[in-house]
């Protein structure tokens, strides 16, 4: 049974540049959020997606967006990026409907923004 | 909002003996989650030991043990035995209980377990 996967582990993207970073969620799991790790820092919630609509927002610009597809998979899309972008990017995985239940992360996607 | 405080920055500890990671949060919330998360190079969070707020009995985990006192919004993390694998960064987070909030952490900053031989 496949944990949460991310893509890419890496990259490197200049500023003023959009990027597009990819999460699969644990087998069973039809939610997914997204968390924002600065260097020495704890995840910041970015938002959560269930039934291919955005539930929840943190306190992230607009410039921040995403998108979940009927299979649960789901995209962060950043626009325009800062250098204040670089930062670990977490995905993680639950259910909707069942706040007990255990959330899965993956290994996150390395973003350096130059 | 909820705010989680973890106020010890670095903790170092030998192998074989025992240490206690320290959380306070804040929530007007009665029921809730709490958690501790472990962080290690791979960067991959692994969870370690979660709390429900309705239950007064501490969660176990082997050798990991919590202390949560509900009134004075404490929970903090006891390691006993320490072990070199032990040695991470541990995050305290909150989860609210209520529906369509499953999967919004708010983590701590943060405590570097350091376990020396």
């Known amino acids: 049974d496949a944990g949460v996967t991310q893509s890419p582990t890496h990259l490197i993207k200049t500023r003023g540049q959009q990027v597009t970073l990819r999460c699969s969620p644990k087998?069973?799991?039809?939610?997914v959020s997204w968390y924002q790790q600065a260097l020495g820092q704890g995840p910041q919630f970015i938002f959560q997606?269930?039934?291919?609509?955005?539930?929840q927002r943190g306190n992230f610009p607009d410039r921040f967006s995403g998108h979940q597809f009927p299979n649960y998979s789901s995209e962060l899309n950043v626009n325009a990026l800062l250098l204040g972008d670089s930062a670990l990017y977490l995905c993680?995985?639950?259910?909707?409907?069942?706040?007990?239940?255990?959330?899965?992360f993956g290994e996150g996607s390395w973003l350096t923004v130059v | 909002a909820q705010t989680v405080t973890q106020s010890q920055p670095e903790m170092s500890v030998q192998e074989a003996e025992t240490v206690t990671l320290s959380c306070t949060y804040d929530?007007?919330?009665?029921?809730?989650?709490l958690f501790w998360y472990k962080q290690p190079p791979s960067r991959q969070m692994i969870l370690v030991i979660r709390?429900?707020?309705?239950?007064?009995q501490n969660a176990t985990e082997n050798r990991f043990s919590v202390n949560f006192q509900k009134a004075a919004k404490s929970f903090s993390l006891k390691i006993s035995d320490s072990q070199l694998g032990d040695a991470a960064m541990y995050f305290c987070?909150?989860?609210?209980?209520?529906?369509?909030?499953?999967?919004?952490?708010?983590f701590g900053t943060g405590t570097r377990l350091q376990v020396t031989l």
């Open positions: 993680a995985s639950s259910t909707y409907d069942r706040p007990g239940n255990t959330i899965y």
């Open positions: 087998s069973g799991h039809d939610t």
């Open positions: 997606y269930y039934e291919e609509e955005e539930r």
């Open positions: 929530t007007s919330e009665s029921d809730y989650y």
């Open positions: 709390q429900e707020a309705y239950k007064q």
């Open positions: 987070a909150y989860r609210s209980a209520e529906t369509g909030t499953a999967s919004k952490l708010t």
